[in-house]
């Protein structure tokens, strides 16, 4: 029996709780609506860690950043951690990417064989957060709320011409696949910027919403002093104080995020036909999720960093032979995605399990039931030092040396507004989850080691960005010499194996 083809759909900072159970009903992505129909949906799917390059580097390998010391977005991706790409090429795959994965190191590829576009983000330690300096903020690169105040319409940005591309050039390699004499099977990641802010869109798409009834978020902006410290920290870190955020720039800034998730649907549904024209649908699976949400406004709160669910809850999707269509409750994690693909692969998991904390999630489309519960990390801007959380049954805990603890019932509260730590009835779930976390961590340990990373990457990209400047960014090669007709090549094999179906 041959082994299927494998096509996933990465998008950037997809809020989860817009899928509950596929998308929104209200959403406009008929796309991801007709994948959902296929799919085993999992409706509380979170990211090991709510930021791109840690999130990432986490979907890839399997680890969480504690372990991959990938625990910010200038953190090296280290070449010698195997990825679900190595796993797959090894076992026989053609492996490809074509868009973002924010690599950060020499190493570019991570296992891919083939990568298609250049990287939207960049490869250098530039973006290093300083643990040495509290408070500190990088001008330069932190966000900040002009991506609220900024929203609205433009019909072409640097993410849409990035993403433009990535489609274009997924779509093309679908083809390729399709009329290669090459006849391993593939797996093929596209990989997308956006819904990722600025909060802007085009006019087509835009439109969509003129009469949401979701342009304002369930939960209102809260005083700054009645935010929990973390929270706190990541107001100043956006810069909060420099700007008067209104309803209309909530609504504005909310529309175009929804718009632009229209906008993604529209470039899966360009891959996606280009799969169905090419006959290729039933022999792939096929794999949606993003790499960490978005607040959206939510208690004021915009982009990510935080353990809140709109932050740290992604959409997660897998239409699969083997696993059945439908809704999945247990809580599960991107790290869960590598030993998921082995599984559905085939390739051994004893192969993989030294290096694998995720567990495959193919026995959980398969009806069977999971306990264990779900780590999530974060050591990033607007930390000083690093926070854990475990997500189990209803509950989440969370735990920064910096904070008191905290403990929500998402059953009962979903938008995580009461705090149950110090709570006498919860008492004996906070220690459970309180020795669970120190049974998994020595969180003075964790601190030490972001610390020297950071500091020796401030001292490597000080030293590089002196003299001659040689880029780690990926630059993609085109042979132009070999594409279509040459005169080293015959014209009649050329059009017989440049098309696809042959003979109709």
């Known amino acids: ?8 759909f990465m998008v950037d900072q997809l809020n989860g709780t817009l899928f509950p159970d596929g998308p929104a009903d209200w959403l406009h992505v008929p796309n991801l609506k007709r994948l959902a129909a296929r799919s085993t949906r999992f409706a509380n799917a979170y990211t090991a860690s709510p930021l791109c390059a840690p999130g990432r580097a986490s979907f890839m390998s399997g680890l969480l950043p504690s372990r991959s010391r990938v625990y910010d977005n200038a953190a090296e991706f280290a070449a010698d951690i195997p990825t679900y790409a190595h796993h ?3 076992a026989g795959y053609q492996t490809c990417l074509s868009g973002k994965m924010h690599f950060v190191g020499p190493d570019q590829m991570h296992g891919f064989e083939e990568r298609l576009t250049t990287d939207i983000y960049p490869a250098d330690f530039g ?27 433009a019909e072409i940005t640097y993410e849409m011409d990035y993403d433009d591309e990535v489609a274009y050039h997924a779509t093309r390699k679908v083809y390729d696949l399709a009329r290669s004499q090459d006849d391993r099977p593939w797996c093929l990641t596209v990989s997308f910027t956006h819904p990722h802010d600025p909060y802007v869109a085009r006019r087509k798409y835009w439109d969509f919403y003129e009469d949401c009834e979701h342009l304002l978020p369930p939960v209102p902006a809260m005083d700054y002093a009645d935010h929990d410290p973390h929270s ?21 800034a909310r529309r175009a995020y929804f718009a ?9 549904g360009e891959v996606m036909e280009a799969l169905d024209g090419t006959r290729q649908t039933e022999d792939t699976i096929i794999l949606f999720v993003s790499d960490h949400g978005d607040m959206l406004g939510e208690r004021g709160l915009w982009f990510k960093m935080s353990f809140f669910e709109g932050s740290s809850r992604v959409p997660l999707m897998i239409a699969a032979p083997g696993m059945a269509p439908g809704r999945v409750d247990a809580p599960v994690s ?30 959980l489309g398969q009806g069977q039931v999971r306990e264990a519960p779900v780590a999530m990390e974060y050591a990033a801007e607007a930390s000083y030092a690093p926070l854990v959380s475990l997500r189990q049954d ?61 500091a020796r990457r401030w001292v490597v990209y000080e030293a590089l960005r002196e003299g001659g400047y040689y880029p780690w960014d990926y630059q993609p090669l085109k042979k132009a010499s070999e594409q279509y007709m040459r005169n080293h090549m015959d014209l009649n094999v050329v059009e017989e194996n440049a098309r696809f179906p042959r003979g109709e």
């Open 1 to 8: 029996m041959s082994r299927p083809n494998i096509l996933i």
């Open 88 to 90: 797959l090429r090894r």
């Open 127 to 153: 973006w290093t957060p300083d643990y040495r300096k509290p408070g500190e903020r990088i001008e330069w690169w932190y966000h900040n709320m002009g991506s609220v105040t900024g929203a609205g319409v």
């Open 232 to 252: 706190q920290r990541i107001f100043d870190a956006n810069d909060w104080r420099s700007f008067d955020i209104t309803d209309e720039h909530i609504s504005r």
């Open 260 to 268: 632009n998730i229209s906008y993604v649907d529209a470039k899966i």
């Open 334 to 363: 991107n790290i869960d995605v590598c030993p998921t693909l082995c599984d559905l692969a085939g390739v051994s998991m004893e192969e993989i399990a030294p290096w694998v904390a995720g567990e495959t999630l193919v026995p």
């Open 394 to 454: 209803q509950w989440k805990f969370n735990r920064c040396t910096l904070d008191p603890d905290q403990l929500f019932d998402l059953d009962a509260d979903p938008h995580e507004l009461r705090n149950l730590a110090d709570d006498p009835a919860n008492a004996a779930t906070l220690k459970r989850f309180s020795d669970m976390a120190d049974a998994r961590w020595d969180l003075e340990a964790f601190d030490a080691a972001i610390r020297e990373s950071q």
